[in-house]
């Protein structure tokens, strides 16, 4: 049960066809700034040049944000980096997940990844972002934010194609969208974030996750989910430099750059790419995929250990480390008992998951109350526990139905859930410290 506390002291075409489609902001992901440039080239396929000049115009909007006000956004400095970073790693997460689909040649499950990605998590992030600096620019945003996912898109196919000229073509165009979204950066924050300490932080952005797409296409499971993994990490650098300049600009409560947000921000990173992970693990079983085994390492020998750590420099004596890593990983064998009854639609053993699943949460609501001191009542934290089971298990559900659009779906639901629990939990902890 709560074994692992104790009392102490505190302490390819087709494929670029379709993502295309997906990933460019002037086409099918932002229903409003993008209805007209979508219904052009349908209505007449003969003429390029306007749907050329809309895309340029858009592109210079982006970076004459100079007139745009800043508005008030509901959120401490410490929870605006946390969401910064769990945005910035979804979109790092689906971003190798459509690459790695369309890598193997899964062409639904590819474009519903796409779809997440430039329809859900780009959507999500530019309402972050017009929150902070309002409606105008939230719409120019969504655009050029999804133009280096469309750049993506070109390596990658270049990549399947072993077209080195077109992949050397497309980092240089990622590399130059680095800068130009550092510009963007200084512009919006009126300086608070300077262009030459956010570039290289994004320009690593490219970096990484070019690696994590030159594994997949190399087949080398065990790499790609490292290098992944490494990427979505990453993120919390620009979030953390983001969030400072917004709440310095706008007056926010808080610091995004102390330690203590950087635990809040490392927790609510870490919980959400366990839901991205075991959601990539149970996909894999019920597809029967070839990344079974290095999906389950990446899950259980990456992301738990890396939990099992924070837990441990946070809580200190209060908890033993080791049995916190059993104490976590039995739930992910409840999730994998699940899965294997939606495999042979066993319903008795879909309910007998399920029902480990609640009493587990049970288990884990009333460790949090003894870690934080009772800051954290179990009957607080219960129904979001219980709700990480509830929404996890729908997106199982939608895979073993081969449903991708709904998978994906609720994946997002799931992973964006986890921050209801990181945002408590924090708060519970320091308060007991």
């Not at 000229?165 to 990622?174: F, P």
């Not at 001191?373 to 219960?382: C, D, F, I, Q």
Request: proline share 2%; glycine share 8%; net charge negative.
């Amino acid at each position: 049960m709560r074994a692992f506390t104790r009392q102490a002291r505190p302490i390819a075409a087709a494929l670029a066809a379709g993502m295309v489609l997906a990933a460019c902001g002037t086409d099918a992901t932002d229903d409003a700034a993008a209805e007209e440039p979508v219904e052009e080239p349908v209505e007449d396929e003969t003429v390029t040049d306007e749907p050329v000049e809309e895309e340029e115009a858009e592109t210079e909007d982006d970076h004459d944000m100079d007139e745009m006000e800043t508005v008030a956004v509901d959120l401490s400095a410490e929870q605006l980096r946390a969401t910064l970073n769990r945005l910035f790693q979804e979109h790092v997460y689906l971003a190798g997940t459509a690459t790695g689909q369309a890598l193997a040649g899964n062409d639904e499950a590819f474009e519903a990844a796409s779809a997440a990605l430039t329809e859900g998590n780009t959507e999500d992030l530019a309402d972050l972002i017009g929150a902070v600096y309002g409606d105008d620019v939230r719409e120019q945003f969504v655009g050029f934010w999804n133009s280096h996912i469309g750049m993506f898109v070109d390596y990658t196919v270049a990549t399947a194609e072993g077209d080195e000229a077109a992949q050397d073509d497309a980092v240089e165009r990622l590399l130059g969208y680095s800068q130009e979204l550092a510009d963007t950066f200084e512009t919006l924050t009126e300086g608070e974030l300077p262009a030459s300490a956010s570039q290289p932080g994004i320009e690593m952005h490219v970096t990484t996750l070019k690696a994590a797409v030159d594994a997949q296409a190399a087949g080398d499971a065990e790499l790609a989910f490292s290098n992944l993994r490494e990427a979505a990490h990453h993120m919390d650098n620009l979030a953390e430099a983001l969030a400072n300049a917004i709440a310095t600009q706008n007056g926010l409560e808080g610091d995004a750059t102390s330690d203590l947000a950087g635990v809040q921000s490392e927790l609510n990173g870490l919980l959400q790419e366990h839901v991205y992970l075991a959601g990539t693990f149970t996909g894999e079983v019920l597809t029967g995929g070839d990344n079974v085994e290095a999906a389950q390492n990446a899950l259980i020998g990456g992301n738990t250990e890396d939990l099992a750590d924070l837990v441990a420099d946070v809580y200190g004596e209060r908890t033993d480390r080791d049995e916190f890593v059993q104490f976590w990983n039995s739930h992910i064998l409840m999730f994998v008992a699940y899965t294997e009854g939606v495999a042979a639609d066993d319903q008795d053993a879909k309910d007998a998951a399920v029902a480990d699943l609640v009493s587990y949460g049970d288990d884990l609501a009333a460790a949090f109350e003894e870690l934080t001191a009772g800051e954290l009542p179990a009957k607080a934290s219960t129904p979001l526990i219980v709700e990480h089971v509830t929404t996890l298990l729908p997106a199982i559900d939608a895979q073993g139905e081969g449903d991708f659009t709904a998978a994906y779906t609720e994946l997002r639901t799931a992973a964006g859930h986890m921050e209801m629990l990181t945002f408590p939990l924090f708060d519970a902890t320091v308060a007991s410290l």
